[in-house]
């Protein structure tokens, strides 16, 4: 069965969450982060709501590196604002190439508003990957399109799937039950079967898969795109936290505290980056704090590096060593600047790890 995982963004008020509930059949995990699922003929549709609150921008960001393709919803009343250009921004930066955009609310203004709205947007998005995406008036009130929405978003492209060994990054865990630790994630690479030896990063501790559940059935392997529980047993939930990465034995996988980025600072980032600096690193669903403690530009030592640089950061983790591989997609930020303030920094890869 085909499985497709789509987190859906939006401005806080933006409906997102009335729709995602519309949609869906049932619900699973839920945090900051809420999961819910259906299913359309022969595919399982996972729906990951982000929070709407301009505030929350680590769960924006961990679920823009799990997600096959996204959802933008952007409300007729209040349109384009501050926050969509941040998103926009962070879905750009994570790679989402896929996806559509939910003009929300059509039941709260007229159709010269919603026209208007829609060529706003595609003026806005013409030069991103969102430029290409489809564009659906919906209302959860009159029930405009949802329908059409729920049938059509099995059908979204998505790009290739990771090639490799299993890996796995931890969104949630549940509370011990008969013995069992059970902890849940999509399968961002390879497969895992029952009795498979994995890791669980960046802990270091080699277990055993008892059990394999998609959408609560049962099944013996799972493979790159589903998201799936496994079940453990002789660890504690205490033990593990989101973001930490399950992988096979035989992965090259680091526990690490400091390694060099290659990286390009976002061009409409104002402020310099510099070396001492407290900034966030998010790589997968791992969102630590980090200093930077060198920066090379064109191979020369350097104290900062402005908007539309291209660079190598030497990192090192405040206190919390990351599960990191070489290559790896990673953004950084500033979380705690104000609203209306862009916090994405920009984007890179890992590189050399200590």
């Not at 277990?207 to 660890?235: L, P, T, Y």
Request: glycine share 8%.
């Amino acid at each position: 069965m085909k499985n497709i995982n789509i987190g859906v963004f939006g401005n806080l008020g933006a409906g997102k969450t009335s729709i995602v509930q519309k949609l869906q059949q049932r619900e699973g995990m839920s945090s900051d982060i809420a999961f819910y699922s259906y299913k359309v003929r022969d595919s399982n549709v996972t729906l990951i709501d982000v929070p709407g609150d301009p505030s929350k921008i680590q769960p924006m960001l961990e679920v823009a590196s799990i997600c096959d393709a996204a959802l933008l919803a952007i409300s007729a009343e209040d349109g384009v604002n501050y926050q969509t250009g941040e998103i926009i921004i962070a879905l750009t930066l994570a790679g989402i190439k896929y996806g559509a955009i939910l003009v929300t609310k059509t039941d709260m203004v007229s159709q010269d508003d919603v026209e208007n709205l829609k060529n706003k947007i595609r003026a806005m998005f013409k030069t991103t990957p969102l430029g290409s995406f489809p564009v659906y008036e919906v209302s959860t009130v009159t029930n405009a399109n949802i329908p059409e929405l729920a049938n059509a978003l099995p059908n979204l492209q998505i790009g290739e799937r990771e090639q490799g060994t299993f890996k796995m990054p931890l969104d949630h865990f549940i509370e011990p039950k008969s013995g069992f630790t059970v902890v849940t994630g999509v399968v961002k690479r390879g497969s895992v079967k029952t009795h498979d030896k994995v890791n669980i990063m960046p802990w270091g501790k080699e277990m055993v898969v008892q059990s394999i559940q998609i959408h609560n059935e049962d099944v013996e392997v799972a493979n790159a795109g589903d998201r799936i529980a496994i079940g453990f047993k002789g660890i504690h939930y205490h033990d593990v936290r989101r973001g930490d990465v399950i992988c096979d034995s035989s992965a090259d996988m680091h526990k690490s505290r400091e390694f060099t980025v290659d990286f390009d600072v976002n061009q409409f980032y104002r402020e310099p980056i510099a070396k001492e600096q407290r900034l966030h690193l998010s790589v997968g669903m791992q969102f630590h704090p980090v200093l930077v403690r060198s920066i090379t530009k064109d191979g020369n030592n350097a104290d900062a590096a402005k908007g539309g640089d291209k660079c190598t950061l030497g990192l090192e983790s405040e206190r919390t060593s990351f599960a990191i591989e070489a290559g790896e997609r990673c953004i950084l930020c500033r979380p705690e600047m104000p609203w209306g303030t862009l916090r994405i920094c920009g984007a890179g890869s890992i590189k050399e790890i200590k």
